[in-house]
């Protein structure tokens, strides 16, 4: 019989090889400052508070660090989580913030009391019966409804529903809303990220080395997230209409 401290230590910790703790301490650092601005969006996805995107992107990291069995599992909020967690929730909306923080957090248990449940239960099995293409194409959908539900945020439409249809329709009726500034900081940001993303061979590897090109490429949407946030401030876009988040509440 394993003793307690074994028990309650998890494995890949028992296990770990110190020559790897440099790597893994830049790793970590890297994306633990890149998940703070994701979380954040991932929050305002889901309709809730930005604050609940750090919530959720710092508790099950640590709780599955010690519980999970994979040491490279993805932890955290994610994009169709959070889309998911909107379109189930948007008839709450209109009901206040507190409530709906509080269908959120039901929601969240009860998802997550399902899963381990079906974990228990080894239920693993069932998702050979979903093919590729349904999986491919609920995730394309998920992606194309992301994308037009955040297009408020870059024109300042305010923009509703939970479908692409009722998201064009919004959009269509309150078209005379759009801000132009809040519209070309959006585009030029969206411009350079897709140009990192897919012309990286041209923006870094041409007069970079591959190692160095390499971290180029993973560290630019940091980059370019700072160099937006001293614009704000240097430029004062709060008052000139565009759209910030404000301060974020400290403490538990």
Known sequence: MPSIAARLIPTWLR?????????????????????????????????????????AAIVPVIVYAWLGSSNVQAVGPVAITAIMTASSLHSYADRGAEHYILMASLLAFMVGALLWIAGRLRLGWIMQFISRGVSAGFISGAAVLIFFSQLK??????ITGNSLIGYLSS?????????PLTLIIGVVAFILLVSNRYASLWLWRSWLSDNYAK???RLFPLILLLVAILLSMLLDWSARDVATIGSIPQGL
């Open 153 to 158: 945020y870059l024109t300042a439409i305010p």
């Open 215 to 217: 971290w180029a490429e």
């Open 171 to 179: 959009m269509q009726l309150y078209r005379y809303l759009l801000h």
């Open 15 to 55: 296990q770990y090889q110190l020559s790897a703790l440099p790597t893994d301490v830049i790793a970590g650092l890297v994306v633990g400052v890149l998940v703070i601005p994701q979380s954040l969006g991932y929050a305002v996805l889901a309709g809730l508070p930005p604050v609940y995107g750090l919530y």
